[in-house]
């Protein structure tokens, strides 16, 4: 079922959106948070904006503003949770009103649609956002932006996900983004069986113990220990 949700989810995310071109890609390792993300060759590092900012990238034609971004933070307020329970306590917790807080970052921004539950990658238990802002273009000049977030929190950790471009253009690079989005693969944090690997042991075949101590069936023999000591003078 959270498939179902997650593949409908990524539909309404991308419809009406033209296909993205094929590429090389290129495979990002961040080795202290334990995650990879992919993204065509073609598209350039930048240089971190935020402080929690673990890689930004840009594409290849400046004119549109292709950008996408993740952030990793720690919040460990979710660790109590079982893993079938995450996508209830994340949509709880990374809610509109998160959202809000959050795009408060752009200037005008507004939240055009949101998604509960989402998925980052096909691990992240998630909620998602398209939202539109305004963004200086490089020549002091705003121009409309659009583009899509998605938030998930997994083994401690608060990722966020981010990719936008002009509005204007944002259908051609729709599909690209949630491409990259959702290339994201973290590393596991929940064992896959919730009580380890137990085996059904009812199914075992009856096991019958002797009514009496092993070695007493036969004839009993009592041991009398000697009463004769030895005193040295």
Partial sequence: MRQIIRAAVLSA???????????????????????????????????????????????????????CRLQVSDDGRLKIYPKRLMDEAVAE??????????????????????????????????????????????????????????GSIYGGKRFIGSCSSRVEVYNRWAGLFMSILDSVQLEDRYHPFPTGYYRNFLLDPKLVLPRVKPGTIGPKYKFYPKRDFVYND
């Fill in 93 to 150: 917790t990374l809610d509109r009103k998160f959202w809000e807080q959050e795009i408060g970052q752009y200037q005008n921004a507004s939240i055009a649609a949101y998604y509960a539950p989402a998925s980052l990658g096909d691990k992240g238990d998630a909620t998602a956002i398209q939202v539109s802002f305004m963004q200086d273009d490089g020549t002091g000049q705003m121009v409309p932006m659009y583009g899509v977030m998605i």
């Fill in 13 to 67: 995310l991308i419809a009406g959106f033209a296909p993205a071109a094929k590429a090389d890609t290129f495979v990002w390792k961040d080795d202290k948070n334990d995650y990879t993300m992919s993204f065509p060759d073609s598209w350039n590092m930048q240089t971190d904006d935020l402080p929690d900012t673990r890689i930004r990238i840009a594409g290849p034609l400046k004119e549109d503003i292709p950008t």
